[in-house]
């Protein structure tokens, strides 16, 4: 069967301002949406530029828009898609096209750094003392959080960053810091939660749930965040 | 543009971050890496990470030891297998304090299963040797290392691709590269470089391995006139999910998973009778393949079934999470409710950059040192997996021997004087880059890997003989030709994917041309190589391991003892 892609154009040496081209391809309803890309590159036009890695969702490369919805292109299958009409393919929003379907990330990954504390590191090496203990119930209090896989979408579907506050410190990087706030081995974590309460922090997040929605690996961003939310104001602002 | 640093990791996986971390204690590091780091295919290591913790049951190091020799089929050295299995607890116990989220037990001990080839009391009954974070164990790992990298500031340099090693004075002093965002040439001008570069899966059609997995650090290595060592030796996992080479994790089997052929038999009864489905990966890969080609695939086509139903559905969701979900993505099937078509897909590369313990590499079979420059991981060659490596192994020698690694290059970076880089370095690149994109030849990158790839997979797959061998060297000298007359149709400066496929294609060549030729030298069968035309072991002849060489005269092999000392080979049965 034959499907039609239209796929967002941009190079920074040539173009002034971005454009679409229309690809039809050749392909099943099975094959993943990431699979026709290639078969674009291979086939038609090599200089189509986009990410990608493990190619089936745990590395977190190659997180597209596709029909205006943020989602990794080798999670998608054409079936779930309406493929007799066109599917839009484009870079994710918020971040700035570097070429093509590549966005400068660079944002991204800084804001998972600027939650970090300066803790005294411990030394890396073997250790002859055993594991610390944790309960099953203590490891299922932060268990969503680590299927994060840094992917990037769900900064691109947050209408705060989008629309109201671009300097928000957006979903991802309030899931990692959740991720070691709720994890009972870790000790200091005032510190971080006064953190999470500069300004662009955790407030910013009006709940709007769309990091929930478009979360390839299922995880509850925005919930996480309620939690995280809940725990600085009794831990930081107990009523007296 | 020229950095400077002490240390230079190329490869940011689990080996390359732990490497990093390790040096970064005693000198400046920075890790360089062609995708973002957490990116790197590490993160797709799902069943976990083996070390002889006994949690769950008794469990020794040399138990753990024996096994990982057992499972090489005795090409492992034992010295190397010795150290991987005394310092893996303790390196465990290292990444959990790190904050590595594992699965707990009742006991809110890190939680074992059963993996394949892990047995107790040398061979006698399979233990609970992985330690895992459900089937997110790589991922898990990555993000710890990750952060844990962010917090001690080490330098990132993503998205570089590197061309070339740098040799001055007789030792190696830094790489070339170019920024993949715009071209721009980059130097990097250390006193050690540490190759953490992963494995080469891409060479062949049906792969496990992601798409960056095209062998640059064996490239580099042979372009740099050093050796590759026991390249022949190549893992297929036996269950790919069929068509698409994703892997299931050997999880799914060590929770109950059982093989089926057509008539619905349990065919692994007939080649491992005391292990079945956790027989090591080359065993049950040639008898899937074995049932395949005796007309017992399902509906004649080329896969089996692999049977989770019994397993019970909460069960699967709590231990093998990921791989539920992308059976349903992929297939559109409930692994609960119907059986999951399975086929071998190439996994792992034994073989690789020789090194010593310490992570130095080897440049001859006197065990000469390539000053300055070490290997580490999937693309090393310790050799700790021998012929065949036992799932779970691979995460535990990355850490282990990066921990190994990260130590001696700091010491040597501390101990040695800076040498000076030779003269026009970035020119290297540059001139590289130039050439691709002017040439006007009529061969195509794409179509030249295709070819790659199936060859790679018709000729020198998990059944192997003299004669495809040997046909497929003769292809591959073809390609090589087609290749020197290659023409990219993507001209551009940013983000050129072409042009990087174009540099990885030639590292894919290269290495596809070494195992094919240590393969074909190789007239034993030995683990994870199969020669139809020789199927037996023959220790008294080739219990040794194989150094390919590349250079202008065409390939060359030598051969060196396996260091032996506790286990003397025995037949291997499970």
Redo the contacts between chains.
């Keep these: 069967m034959k499907v039609t892609f239209k796929v967002f154009r941009f190079d920074p040496i040539k173009d002034e301002k971005h454009h679409y081209d229309t690809f039809v391809v050749e392909t099943k309803l099975n094959e993943r949406i990431l699979d026709c890309l290639n078969k674009i590159r291979s086939k038609q036009d090599s200089s189509v530029s986009f990410r990608m890695g493990c190619s089936y969702g745990i590395c977190g490369s190659d997180a597209l828009t596709i029909n205006g919805v943020p989602s990794l292109a080798c999670q998608k299958l054409v079936k779930d898609y309406n493929y007799t009409s066109e599917i839009i393919i484009e870079p994710l929003k918020f971040y700035s096209v570097i070429k093509d379907l590549i966005v400068d990330l660079d944002p991204f990954f800084k804001r998972l750094e600027k939650l970090k504390t300066d803790e005294k590191r411990k030394p890396i090496n073997k250790l002859e003392k055993r594991e610390n203990i944790q309960s099953i119930e203590d490891l299922k209090q932060f268990e969503d959080a680590i299927k994060c896989i840094l992917c990037g979408s769900c900064v691109a579907a947050c209408p705060i960053t989008l629309e109201v506050e671009p300097e928000f410190i957006g979903p991802a990087a309030l899931l990692r810091a959740y991720r070691y706030i709720f994890d009972s081995r870790i000790k200091n974590i005032n510190e971080k939660m006064l953190l999470l309460e500069k300004a662009h922090g955790i407030w910013s997040c009006k709940s709007h749930y769309k990091c929930t929605l478009v979360c390839p690996k299922q995880i509850k961003v925005t919930k996480t965040i309620l939690k995280t939310k809940r725990k600085i104001r009794e831990d930081l602002h107990p009523k007296t | 543009m020229i950095y400077t640093y002490d240390v230079v990791v190329i490869g940011g996986g689990i080996a390359g971050l732990?490497t990093a971390?390790?040096a970064s204690?005693k000198c400046s590091v920075s890790v360089v890496s062609k995708?973002?780091v957490?990116?790197?295919?590490s993160?797709?290591a799902q069943g976990g990470i083996a070390a002889s913790?006994g949690n769950e049951e008794e469990d020794r190091w040399e138990w753990h030891m024996f096994d990982t020799v057992k499972g090489g089929d005795y090409l492992s050295d034992q010295n190397a297998a010795e150290i991987l299995a005394k310092?893996a607890p303790?390196?465990?116990?290292?990444l959990?304090?790190?904050?590595v989220?594992?699965?707990?037990?009742?006991?809110?001990?890190?939680q074992q299963r059963r993996f394949g080839g892990h047995t107790q009391n040398f061979g006698k009954v399979p233990v609970k040797r992985a330690c895992y974070?459900a089937d997110?164990t790589g991922?898990?790992i990555m993000?710890t290392l990750y952060?844990?990298c962010?917090?001690?500031k080490i330098p990132l340099h993503n998205e570089v691709f590197i061309n070339n090693l740098l040799f001055s004075e007789n030792q190696c002093c830094g790489v070339v590269g170019y920024d993949i965002?715009d071209c721009t040439p980059i130097v990097f001008h250390a006193k050690t470089v540490v190759l953490a570069t992963g494995g080469a899966g891409r060479i062949f059609k049906t792969t496990s391995n992601?798409?960056?997995s095209t062998g640059d650090g064996f490239g580099l290595t042979l372009n740099s006139g050093l050796v590759l060592q026991d390249m022949e030796f190549i893992q297929f996992h036996p269950t790919g999910i069929f068509g698409?080479g994703?892997l299931v994790s050997e999880a799914a089997r060590a929770e109950g998973g059982i093989l089926r052929n057509n008539k619905n038999e349990r065919f692994m009864m007939k080649y491992a009778p005391s292990l079945k489905e956790l027989a090591p990966r080359d065993i049950i890969a040639r008898a899937i393949l074995t049932e395949i080609n005796e007309g017992r695939g399902i509906n004649g086509e080329k896969y089996v079934f692999l049977d989770l139903r019994s397993i019970g559905k909460e069960t699967l969701l709590e231990k093998i999470p990921?791989v539920i979900s992308?059976i349903q993505?992929?297939l559109?099937i409930s692994a609960n409710e119907a059986p999951v078509p399975v086929a071998p897909t190439c996994h792992y590369f034994m073989g690789g950059i020789p090194t010593n313990t310490k992570g130095q590499v080897l440049v001859d079979k006197n065990h000469t040192i390539a000053r300055g420059l070490y290997a580490v991981g999937e693309c090393a060659c310790v050799s700790v997996h021998g012929a065949n490596r036992l799932g779970c192994n691979s995460l535990i020698d990355l850490v282990?021997f990066g921990?190994r690694t990260?130590k001696s290059a700091s010491r040597y970076s501390i101990k040695h004087n800076r040498v000076s880089l030779p003269v026009e370095t970035e020119k290297i690149s540059e001139n590289k880059i130039a050439f691709l994109l002017e040439k006007k030849g009529n061969s195509s990158?794409?179509n030249i890997r295709?070819n790659l790839q199936n060859l790679m997979t018709e000729k020198c797959n998990v059944f192997r003989d003299g004669q495809n061998l040997s046909l497929a060297l003769d292809k591959i000298c073809e390609l090589k030709k087609k290749y020197s007359d290659l023409v990219?149709?993507?001209n551009?400066?940013?983000?050129?994917?072409?042009l990087q496929e174009a540099f990885e294609l030639g590292n894919m060549l290269k290495t596809a041309e070494s195992i094919l030729y240590s393969a074909f030298k190789r007239k034993e069968s030995r683990g994870a190589h199969f020669r139809t035309d020789f199927p037996e072991r023959e220790d008294t002849k080739w219990l040794k391991h194989t150094l390919v060489a590349s250079n202008l005269q065409g390939l060359k092999v030598t051969y060196f003892p396996v260091k032996i000392s506790r286990f003397q080979p025995l037949k291997r049965k499970y």
Excluded at chain 2, 96 to 99: F, Y
Excluded at chain 2, 101 to 110: A, D, L, Q
Excluded at chain 2, 492 to 498: A, C, L, R, W
């Design positions: 732990i971390l390790k204690e995708i973002h957490t990116r790197s295919h993160v797709a913790l310092e303790g390196c465990v116990s290292m959990e304090h790190l904050g989220p594992f699965s707990r037990n009742s006991n809110g001990k890190i974070a997110r991922r898990t993000d952060d844990e962010l917090m001690r965002r992601g798409y960056s698409l994703i990921e992308f993505t992929y559109g282990v921990l990260g990158v794409y295709e990219l149709n993507d551009g400066t940013h983000f050129n994917y072409e």
